[in-house]
């Protein structure tokens, strides 16, 4: 039989099993593949989620220090490949996955990244939003991007050739790597800070889609969109799109391409101007030609020969429209005249005299139809007492005794049967008073009598 120091604890045989699955070297590094299930992202947190496929399921957890580094966010239903460690958590003794790392299977986790920005910013129409025009002919062009590479060397070769009294200001940022992102948005809000920029250009050379990432980035996007500059973007090849191409106002396919969008070319302008000059000229002298035209032509009228004949007609419209007037005004007189008569009427006819005079009336009336009715209802009512009288007499026994009759009372009660009469002396009532009599014989009614 086992003694009580054979038993363990849960918690030791807990670390004794963590031991075994933190020692084991197998299980120090595990390369898994599955589908994500239970995932609720926790903002600036540790995460915590389940990996699983059609038979089993692993709970996982991947710390902040690791999930930051994530280009894409994951998704319950997404299938992913991870690297991390098997160990055991001890308070509730299940094992799970520390994961390290992750990306989607099948598909780069940068290009998944791309996407579900892609996606989350169409949804927002950051994409559709207006986008702003070009000026024209700008003063001053700010461009952000290397100040070591071939982009700001051939914008200030093409705007130089294309339109020289452009200005190309440098704002120098770091375009690959981690620290680039938050670099391009400085230089960006740094140019629209300065307040006498035109334009601006974002640009980069070719690359991989790592070398073109802090493009992608959702911050340089918003900046981009925020800013109160129209955005000319040039950012890898043509093949390539970015982010940032998609939320400027402008893509270029190249640098070159870029300073050409940005600024027209001088001597074509020059040209221009020139040809609109000289079609100005000739509009004006073949207008000024058919003015002068027209001023002899009305020179010759016969309105400056006889002046007087421009406003006779005038003359005569300003009298009929006086006597028009005139006639109008008395009409709208008598109008007014009639409508403050009827409205005096209808003061008259609402004046408090004439209501408190109607109302007196009223109350006299009310008192006489009053006064007739309560004398209808005394005379009504002295009537049904005379007939409640009348009946009340009729029914009366002195009447009924009047008649004849008369009722015997013995030992102070009346007497009504034959058998309630006894020999002893009696009271006779009569209608006019009182006999005394004594019973000295009853003789109950036969049947025959009856």
């Known amino acids: 039989m086992p003694t009580n120091n054979d038993y363990l604890t849960v918690s030791a045989l807990t670390q004794y099993i963590k031991r075994k699955f933190d020692v084991d070297p197998y299980l120090g590094k595990v390369y898994l593949t599955g589908e994500i299930s239970n995932f609720r992202l926790r903002p600036h947190a540790h995460q915590y989620f389940s ?20 280009k894409f966010v994951p998704e319950t239903g997404m299938k992913v490949l991870v690297t991390g460690r098997i160990s055991l958590y001890e308070p509730s003794g299940s094992y799970q996955i520390y994961v ?14 791309y996407e579900q920005l892609k996606n989350q910013l169409t949804q927002e129409g ?37 339109y ?5 200001v440098l704002y120098p ?35 991989s889609i790592e070398d073109l990432w802090p493009f992608n980035e959702e911050k340089v996007a918003r900046a981009i969109a925020a800013s109160r500059l129209p955005v000319i973007s040039s950012v890898g090849h043509e093949t390539d799109t970015t982010i940032a191409d998609l939320v400027a106002d402008v893509r270029a396919a190249t640098p070159t391409a870029a300073a050409e969008l940005a600024v027209p070319v001088l001597s074509d302008e020059l040209l221009k101007l020139q040809q609109a000059r000289t079609r100005l000229f000739n509009a004006m002298t073949n207008r000024i030609r058919f003015q002068q035209q027209r001023l002899n032509r009305s020179l010759g009228a016969y309105v400056f020969q006889q002046p007087q004949r421009l406003y006779e007609t005038y003359v005569q ?31 008259l006819a609402q004046s408090p005299a004439n209501r408190v005079h109607q109302a007196q009336q009223t109350v006299t009336q ?65 209608s006019d008073g009182t006999a005394a009599a004594q019973i000295t014989k009853i003789t109950p009614a036969t049947e025959d009598q009856s």
Do not use: C
């Open 126 to 162: 950051l994409f559709a939003a207006p986008k702003r025009p070009l000026p024209r002919f700008p003063k001053r062009i700010a461009v952000v991007t290397s100040p070591s590479g071939a982009v700001i060397r051939d914008i200030i070769t093409t705007a130089r050739r294309r």
């Open 100 to 113: 390290e790392r992750m990306e989607p299977d099948g598909v780069g986790d940068l290009y998944q990244a």
């Open 51 to 70: 990996l699983k496929d059609d038979h089993a399921k692993i709970n996982a957890i991947m710390f902040r220090s690791a999930f930051e580094k994530l």
């Open 317 to 347: 419209r300003l009298d009929r429209a006086q006597q028009g007037l005139t006639q109008q005004m008395q009409v709208q007189f008598q109008n007014w005249q009639q409508r403050v008569q009827l409205t005096q009427q209808r003061l």
């Open 164 to 168: 020289p009294i452009a200005q190309i």
């Open 173 to 207: 940022a770091v375009v690959q790597g981690d620290a680039a992102a938050a670099d391009i948005v400085r230089q960006i809000q740094r140019a629209n800070a300065n307040g006498t920029f035109d334009t601006l250009i974002i640009g980069r050379g070719g690359g």
């Open 366 to 430: 009310d008192q006489q139809r009053l006064q007739a009715e309560m004398r209808r209802y005394l005379t009504a009512q002295e009537d049904h007492v005379h007939q409640l009288m009348s009946g009340l007499d009729y029914l009366s026994p002195l009447k009924i005794m009047s008649r004849g009759y008369s009722y015997v009372t013995q030992e102070d009660h009346i007497v009504r049967k034959v058998a309630d009469l006894k020999p002893a002396p009696a009271t006779i009532h009569l």
